[in-house]
């Protein structure tokens, strides 16, 4: 007995073949934007995210459109340190955010005088003054004042001191409220790099 198979006209056949290809297709886009998804939403909503700096308080180091990328991963771990700059909610109004340099630490006691910086803390209880490389040479720090920070607390200061509204003006910041610090530099083009953390102070 023979068998005989059914034969279709060959534009049905063309037309399955194509929506098959089609449906192959559209199946492959889908498990990339699901992919993407899963990879992309977790890192930019947790880990890192990007941020334009906005006005002149932390020239010369950082000017104003500059697009940074800030690392929210590290404070989840570890604890701010001395020297960094960091993405926090400022105070007054928690839907602004304000980029600044940490420079007094939970439980130390920040004194400015006569344009020095100078911190006591347990390691140094009559205080040593802050040896600060970022700043340009001869800038001082103007608006003297003594604050003790508690055990939740960061002093920040901008880097262009006659011209930063921070922890001189509104106070201590909660830890809170700092989202992250500065890792990359990605705009404009020649400055794009790696910002490293650590400032070596010669005294912590």
Do not use: C
Not at 176 to 186: Q, S
Request: hydrophobic share 40%.
């Amino acid at each position: 007995m023979r068998l005989f198979k059914k034969k279709y006209p060959k534009y049905l056949a063309d037309e399955l073949t194509m929506g098959q290809e089609f449906l192959i297709f559209a199946w492959e886009i889908l498990k990339i934007v699901v992919i993407s998804l899963v990879i992309i939403v977790p890192v930019r909503y947790f880990l890192i995210k990007p941020f334009y700096v906005k006005g002149a308080s932390m020239e010369p180091n950082f000017h104003d459109y500059q697009y940074l990328i800030i690392d929210e991963l590290t404070y989840r771990f570890n604890a701010p340190q001395r020297g960094d700059v960091v993405v926090f909610r400022y105070p007054v109004d928690p839907n602004q955010y304000f980029i600044k340099r940490v420079i007094g630490l939970p439980g130390e006691e920040v004194k400015i005088k006569n344009g020095l910086v100078t911190i006591i803390n347990a390691q140094h209880p009559a205080g040593v003054v802050l040896n600060e490389p970022y700043l340009p040479f001869g800038l001082q720090t103007n608006h003297d004042l003594d604050v003790s920070l508690d055990a939740q607390h960061y002093f920040l200061m901008g880097d262009n001191r006659p011209n930063s509204l921070d922890s001189r003006i509104f106070g201590p910041v909660d830890g809170n409220h700092i989202i992250g610090r500065v890792l990359l530099r990605g705009w404009p083009i020649d400055k794009i790099g790696y910002l490293a953390s650590h400032v070596d102070y010669n005294f912590d």
